[in-house]
């Protein structure tokens, strides 16, 4: 019996784990009202994000920018719900394109960030 093909399948699974256990650690961004990508036809009142691991309050945040990078939030974004929720208050929207840009620590330390888009339509 060859030992390479068993030893090379080793090497394999060993990796895999050890991505799937690091990955494990982040709070990645599990949905977003308003959603992510979508469109709205009356203004959201505040934007709310759910993620897969409890944040630490102090180093986590959220803002919101209209087309021309102006922020729109009320700068109050919070943690909140059981930990794993951010959210905002936004002043009143009109019709556009609106960019909601997080970022979070996890409070197993690990720093997640990015960004979407939604839309109120006219």
Known sequence: MNARPLARGALALAVVLAIAGTAAGHAFLDRAEPRVGG???????????????????AYSGVQVVN??????DRDDGAV??????????LTPLPPGTYRVVWRVLSVDT???EGDFTFQVAP
Not at 67 to 72: K, P
Not at 80 to 89: E, P, T, V
């Open 80 to 89: 909140g719900g059981d930990g794993r929720q951010l959210r905002a208050s």
């Open 67 to 72: 087309q021309a990078g102006q922020r729109v």
């Open 39 to 57: 469109r709205v036809r009356t203004p959201p009142a505040q934007v709310m994000l759910w993620f897969t691991e409890r944040l630490e309050p």
């Open 110 to 112: 690990h720093v997640t």
